[in-house]
C-alpha cells in the first residue's frame, strides 16, 4: 500500500492501471471540519464511487471533479453521510448531462432508497411519474453461494466489489440478519472498506480468513454508544488485524485519539484527500 505524500488537488478518474483509493473524506456523520467518509476507487479506466453523502458534491468539486464526472456508485446504505448527494446526482443526469448514472444496486435495496430517499424529490418532476430507472442505469450484483453470511457481488470494468451485509442499526439488532440493509465492501479480494457497522467481530474473522486482507478500512467512533464501532471496542481485536486496520469515519476531535490508537497497534488514521494505491 503506497499513501499519497500530500493531498490530491486535481483528482482524474482515470489512471494507469494500479487500484487506487481517494478518500473524498473521513469524517462521522456529524462532522464540522472533515468531509464525510466517502470512497472513490479508481483503477485504470474504471471508477466507482462509494457512498455519496450530502457534501460529497462539493467535496468532489474541491478536489477538481464535478458530480456528473462520476458515472458509477455503489451504495452501503441510507444515512445521509452517504446517500445526502444522490438527489443531486440524479436530477443532474436527468436535466443538465442528459446522461443516468449507473448504480450497483440489489433488488432489495433499491426499493428501500427509492420508496424511503430518493423519490420525494425526483419523482414528480414531469409529467408522469418518474421511477428509479428513469434516474438510474443498474447493475445488478449477484447473490454468492457459500459466504459466512449474505454477500453480494458486481464488476464494474476491471473493479470488483463484493458486498456483506453488515451489523449497523438499530444498536438493539442482535446480528446482520436483523439489521436495516446495510454492507461493507471487499475490493479485489483483497481489501475490506467495512462502511459503517457496529462492532462485529465476526465479520472482521470470517472474511479475513477467507481473503487475508492486506488493508481493512474500518469506522472507528471515538465513544463507545449506539450504531459504530468504537475505538475502545476495536482495540479489543487480535494484533494481527489491528495491524492493517486504517481508522476511518472519525470524529472532528480524533487527534486527541492518536496515542490511544498507536497503543492499541491500529495501522493507522485514514487520510482525507489522499490516494491509497495497491
Ligand atoms: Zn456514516
Ligand atoms: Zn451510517
Known sequence: MNISSRQIKALTLTNSGALS????GTGSAFTRVLNQNNLLII???DHLLVDCGTKCPQSLYDAGLRLTDVQNYLITHSHADH????EEAQLLGRYVTAQKPTMVINKTYEEILWQQSLRGGSEKSEAIDLTFKDLWNVVRPKRLKNYPRETWEANIGSINVKMPRTKHYPD???SWRDSFWSCCVIIDNKILYSSDTRFDPDLLESFDRKFKFETIFHDCQLFTAGIHASIDELSTLPL???KKIVLMHYGDNWKEFRAQARDAGFHSWAKQGHTYTF
Do not use: D, E, T
Not at 483509493?21 to 473524498?24: A, D, I, K, R
Open 172 to 174: 438493539s439488532a442482535k
Open 21 to 24: 483509493l481517494y478518500f473524498v
Open 83 to 86: 446517500i445526502g448527494g444522490l
Open 43 to 45: 483503477k485504470g479506466r
Open 240 to 242: 494481527n488485524l489491528k
